[in-house]
């Protein structure tokens, strides 16, 4: 499985950005997937999860209220709307692919494929 993301750039604070992650194979759909992110000189860092049928969807505590994980399994691609971003949103942001149907969690060892990330930079 591939998977490809999009939709990063260069946004002011308060600013919103919508990222996408499209996978190449339908076997995604029957899985769970999340985003993380990784900002530089800092670990990967859990932001969303959703179900396969998106029927359970967590958040990390910092993006709670502001980021919306959605995915459309027609087109095996899942989506992050971030709303309200600030400055310390900034990082690469990757899409993964759990090993279960369920929300995968905040492991990255509960994934088993990612895709290469993509860029989100928040200005003050």
């Known amino acids: 499985v591939q998977l490809q993301a999009s939709g990063g750039g260069l946004v002011q604070a308060g600013g919103s950005l919508r990222l996408s992650c499209v996978s190449s194979r339908r076997t995604s759909s029957n899985n769970g997937m999340a985003w993380f992110r990784q900002a530089p000189g800092k670990e990967r860092e859990f932001v969303a999860a959703?179900?396969?049928?998106?029927?359970?969807?967590t958040y990390a505590d910092s993006v709670k209220g502001r980021f919306t994980i959605s995915r459309d399994n027609t087109r095996n691609t899942m989506f992050l709307q971030m709303d309200s971003l600030k400055p310390e949103d900034t990082a690469v942001y990757h899409c993964?692919?759990?090993?279960?149907?369920?929300?995968?969690?905040?492991?990255?060892?509960?994934?088993?494929?990612w895709g290469q990330g993509t860029q989100v930079t928040v200005s003050s």
């Open positions: 959703i179900s396969w049928n998106s029927a359970t969807t």
């Open positions: 993964a692919v759990a090993l279960s149907a369920g929300v995968g969690g905040s492991f990255p060892n509960n994934y088993r494929y």
